[in-house]
């Protein structure tokens, strides 16, 4: 069974920092475009940054550009969000997600989704 799991969520002060990790099982992995996304109560769930399936690309939503990184090491079937300077509008629950072809920055295109890992920024 396909498994997404994140972890690296936690509370932290504005300005700070936190590393996010997704590690995956039960697909290929390499063949997989992969994203992050974000959801905060009473609120859609938005696009955060995305990552060709060969890492070759990224993509970002403007509200993190600048700010946040996404990576991934297929060798180790993970991808990774380092998220700098993070703000108060920033806090939300974050998830990870696969997605074989189709529109990177939309959420129905999204084959496999973990269960997500809450980020608190506090002032």
């Known amino acids: 069974q396909v498994q997404l799991v994140e972890s690296g969520g936690g509370l932290v002060q504005a300005g700070g920092s936190l590393r996010l990790s997704c590690a995956a099982s039960?697909?290929?992995?390499?063949?997989?475009?992969m994203g992050w996304f974000r959801q905060a109560p009473g609120k859609e769930r938005e696009f955060v940054a995305a990552?060709?399936?060969?890492?070759?690309?990224?993509y970002y939503a403007d509200s993190v550009k600048g700010r946040f990184t996404i990576s991934r090491d297929n060798a180790k079937n993970t991808v990774s969000l380092q998220m700098n300077s993070l703000k108060p509008e920033d806090t939300a629950v974050y998830y990870c997600?696969?997605?074989?072809?189709?529109?990177?920055?939309?959420?129905?295109?999204?084959?496999?989704w973990g269960r997500g890992t809450q980020v608190t920024v506090s002032l």
């Open positions: 990552i060709w399936r060969s890492g070759i690309s990224t």
């Open positions: 997600a696969a997605n074989r072809g189709a529109s990177l920055r939309t959420p129905p295109a999204y084959d496999y």
């Open positions: 039960g697909l290929t992995f390499s063949s997989y475009h």
